[in-house]
C-alpha cells in the first residue's frame, strides 16, 4: 500500500527474496527458495528499463553551489536534469535573470565538449561574480525557453503528516529541486481524489491528512519552477513545516513574472 501511495504500481514491482549472508538468489536460483519462481536479484536489476534522458528539452540546470576558483574565475555547480550543455552555450539564470556565456563545462576535473542530463558539472562563466547567482537559482539556454522567475503556480498537493488542518495563507518551506523557499498557498482551489484526481470539492475551507488538492502557492523570493510536465525534476516538491514532510506536490501550471532580461 505504501508502494501505491507513492505512485508505483505493485504489480509491476518484483519483490525478490533474498540472503546476502548465504548468498540464496542473489546471483542464481537457491534451492533453500523452491518455492520462488521469480527472478534472481541480478535478473531483476538486469530487467530494469533505463530511464530515457531527457536530451530533447530545453536545458535546466538547478545550481547546487557557486565556487570562485582562482585563476579560473566563477563555477557553478549542479545537475544537468533536462537538455545539453555545452561551451560557448549563452545561459540565463533565473530568478535572477542573468545571462552570461559559459566559457567550459567540467566534470571531475576533466573538461567536457559538452553534459547530458544526470551529470553533475561544474561550468565557469564570465562577468558574473559569486554574489550574483546562489544555490536554488536555475540555469538555462538563452535562447531556447529560458527559465524565468514564477510569480505564482499550481500543484496538487498531497497531505501526509499535518498535525492539524491546512488554510489559505499557510505559509511553509518548499524544497524544490536545489531552491528552499517559503511559499504561501495563497488559495486552495479544489480537492481533488488522490487516485483518479475527480475533484471532490471547490474552493474547500481546509485540507488535512490524506487529503489532495490543487492549490495556489506564491513564492516569498525570487524563485524558479517549473511544471512536471515540462521539466519533471523542476516540478516536483516537498513541504517542510516543523522539521518533517508536511506534504508533497507536483507543479501543475505555472505564471512567470514578465521580467526585463539584465545582460551579463
Not at 546471483?27 to 523452491?34: D, I, T
Not at 519462481?37 to 536545458?59: I, N, Q
Not at 540555469?139 to 498537493?157: I, L, M, R, Y
Request: proline share 9%.
Amino acid at each position: 500500500s505504501f508502494l501505491k501511495k507513492i505512485g508505483y504500481n505493485p504489480e509491476k514491482v518484483p519483490f525478490v527474496p533474498i540472503s546476502g549472508w548465504n548468498g540464496d538468489n542473489m546471483l542464481e536460483k537457491s534451492a533453500n527458495l523452491p518455492w520462488y519462481k521469480g527472478p534472481t536479484l541480478l535478473e531483476a536489476l538486469d530487467a530494469v528499463v533505463e530511464p530515457k534522458r531527457p536530451l530533447e528539452k530545453p536545458l535546466r540546470v538547478p545550481l547546487q553551489d557557486v565556487y570562485k576558483i582562482g585563476g579560473i574565475g566563477t563555477v557553478p555547480v549542479g545537475r544537468v536534469e533536462t537538455g545539453i550543455l555545452k561551451p560557448g552555450m549563452n545561459v540565463t539564470f533565473s530568478p535572477a535573470g542573468l545571462t552570461t556565456e559559459v566559457k567550459s563545462v567540467e566534470m571531475h576535473h576533466v573538461a567536457l565538449p559538452e553534459a547530458l542530463p544526470g551529470d553533475n558539472v561544474g561550468f565557469n562563466v564570465k562577468n558574473l561574480s559569486v554574489k550574483d547567482i546562489r544555490r536554488g537559482m536555475v540555469a538555462g539556454d538563452a535562447k531556447n525557453d529560458p527559465p524565468q522567475e514564477t510569480e505564482t503556480f499550481n500543484a496538487q498537493v498531497i497531505v501526509l503528516n499535518h498535525p492539524g488542518t491546512i488554510h489559505a495563507g499557510y505559509a511553509p518551506v518548499l524544497d524544490c529541486h536545489t531552491a528552499h523557499i517559503a511559499c504561501k498557498f495563497t488559495e486552495l482551489l479544489e480537492k481533488v481524489d488522490r487516485r483518479t484526481g475527480a475533484v471532490m470539492e471547490a474552493g474547500p475551507k481546509s485540507v488535512k491528512n490524506g487529503d489532495s488538492a490543487i492549490v495556489m502557492l506564491t513564492p516569498s523570493k525570487p524563485m524558479c519552477v517549473e511544471p512536471y510536465t515540462e521539466y519533471p525534476p523542476l516540478g516536483r516538491f516537498a513541504v517542510r513545516d516543523m522539521r518533517q514532510t508536511v506534504a508533497v506536490g507536483v507543479i501543475k501550471s505555472v505564471v512567470r513574472k514578465e521580467a526585463s532580461q539584465k545582460k551579463g
